[in-house]
């Protein structure tokens, strides 16, 4: 590993040595340190804001300068998580940016694409790339080795009994793998499903471009343009029929229903998403809970509730770059081209022409997560948000939290390592549950709006649990007096979920 200058390394040492103050209790002798900064919580939030390089000039002077050994003990734990989470480094995983068809039977990175725009990721780690000028379906092994699953450079429309080996396909905007291990692809005038016998069958879309209804079997309708697909709880699909300016939904008998728009215009929010009128969508994305989302004339995000009513999430109608730090509904986005949730609910957008992910907290908040606006090729071996991307669209993650992006006009793969752990930071001032005080010395006091919740751990930044108790009634007293000053995580559980906030012990 590569360190920074002695100078920069002492500089940033110091300021770590003042937040050593902090967790051994000489409150005063810290904040004097770090002058910028005249609250805990601001204290320890400083600690996480640094990168991954300063961090390790922290563990080489450690090591090296004899007056830092007294810090040690206290400040090591809370290096080790910092580096954890501080560690978005972005790589390139597949592609070595030239266009062209290349590489299938060798490593990923030797490979040539031709506009990889969608991915998708099977439960067993193989992720899937779906290019558009290539057409075909491309998988990239655990082992990183690449190889075509379907598609054979020319265009056309697989009949349900087709083996997907060697078939003509057409382009793939949308790419969904199914717990069953099934493939489903849109593929402009159909969407379909490559089966564990590796034959294709078709779900929706009789091949002929147009609209000729709903309420009739799937397989009989006319779709124009489909692109994004995702399957529900209820294992209904749901994709986007681009030009028929709809959200449509094939049941579990086979029927096709439009659950959103029909008509080319962008109202209708806060009301029936069946009565709304939508501006070309695209892309999906599901939740845990089922609600849909789409992107809608790629300026805002759209949400559909499983009780039916259109809401706008993210976007304020107005193309450009804007709104980091603040509410989503208020930012503007230059061309949204996909949606992905991660496991504890954040929202990420590829911002395509802004040449950048974004994410949406579960509080609302937007702030750019990859890419620094600029288009191009650089940052491998960086921070993520240092980086240069051209045209980011499709996205994926794997069951480690590592987190994979399309950057189309790159011709590349990349992958931004240690975007999310599983002790995820829950904002201080969500909704559920309330906690106070915080910080507090010996005794907090818990209150949850209902009862669910049925235990809760408190645990360090080295993830040993501290303290349990099983949760009853609204209003819990929490006696920590036996746990030492410094940063913790609370979880509350139920059957269902995990609820995590951060609490600080002075």
Known sequence: MMWVSKQRGTSILSEFIAIAHVLTGDLAEGFRAVPQVSMLNDLIIFLFSKTTTDIGNIFYL?????????????????????ALTSAQTITTIAGKGTSGFSGDGGPALMAEFSDPVVLAMDKHGNLYVSEVFNYRLRKINTSGVISTVTGNGTIGIPSTGTPSAGSSIGIAYGLWCDTTD????????????????????????????????????????EVNITSG??????????????????????????????????????YGDGGPASATKLTYPTSLAIDKYDNI????????????????????????GTQGFSGDGGPATAASFNGVQNMIFDKHGNMYIADGANHRVRKVSTNGIITTIVGNGTAGFSGDGGPATAAELNGPWGMAFDSAG???????????????????????VVADNAPEPVIFPNPFHDELTLEVNNDNYRSLAVFDLMGRIVLQQALTGNKIKINAQNISPGVYYIRLSNEHETVIKKIIKI
Do not use: W
């Open 293 to 316: 989302y789409f992107a809608d004339s790629g300026l805002n995000v759209r949400k559909i509730s499983t009780a039916g009513i259109i809401t706008r999430v993210a976007g304020n």
């Open 182 to 221: 099934e493939i489903i692809m849109t593929l402009e005038e159909t969407v379909t499903k490559i089966n564990t016998s590796g034959n294709f069958v078709n779900l929706a879309g009789n091949g002929v471009t147009g609209y000729n209804g709903d309420n009739i079997q799937a397989t009989s309708a």
């Open 62 to 82: 450690a090591l090296n300068e004899p007056f830092m050994k007294r810090y040690v003990c206290s400040i090591l734990p809370f290096l080790f998580f910092a």
């Open 229 to 266: 697909v995702v399957i529900n709880s209820a294992r209904e699909l749901i994709f986007v029929d681009h030009q028929n300016f709809r959200i449509r939904k094939v049941d579990i008998s086979g029927v096709i229903h439009t659950i959103a728009g029909g008509t080319l215009s962008t």
């Open 402 to 424: 590592n987190f994979y992006i399309a950057d189309v006009n790159n011709q590349r793969i990349r992958k931004v390592s240690g975007l999310f752990t599983d002790v995820p």
